[in-house]
């Protein structure tokens, strides 16, 4: 190896970066930082949303889509049951900003 030569693992970290390439690149950088969020998002998530939306189950029907409605179902009542159903979970995570992955 030449004296001028960089590392292998440290190319990525002196090639250069633009804003439209910064996160695009398969490296072990980007990988390790994917690893990391996904990571941190899983624990974060489950923490956060996981009774939540195992409480979705209680709802009942929360289908506001015409095409897929049954001739039974009341959109109206199944859109409000939907507000409800939304505000619980962003009231969830408003309410998380101390549990919210830092870096």
């Known amino acids: 190896m030449s004296g001028d030569a960089a590392p292998l693992c440290l190319r990525p970290l ?14 072990t950088t980007s990988k390790l930082l ?3 969020s996904r990571m941190a998002g899983k624990q974060y998530l ?3 949303l996981g009774q939540v939306l195992k409480d979705f189950r209680n709802y009942g029907n929360l289908e506001v889509d015409p095409e897929r ?3 039974e179902d009341d959109i109206r009542a ?6 409800l159903a939304s505000a619980e979970v962003l009231n ?6 101390e549990d919210c992955p830092q870096y």
Do not use: G, M
């Open 69 to 71: 409605l049954k001739e």
């Open 78 to 83: 199944n859109t409000q049951r939907l507000v």
């Open 14 to 27: 002196l090639a250069p970066v633009t804003d439209t390439t910064l996160f695009r690149s398969n490296t």
């Open 34 to 36: 994917s690893f990391y």
């Open 92 to 97: 969830a995570i408003i309410t998380s900003i």
């Open 46 to 48: 489950q923490k956060v």
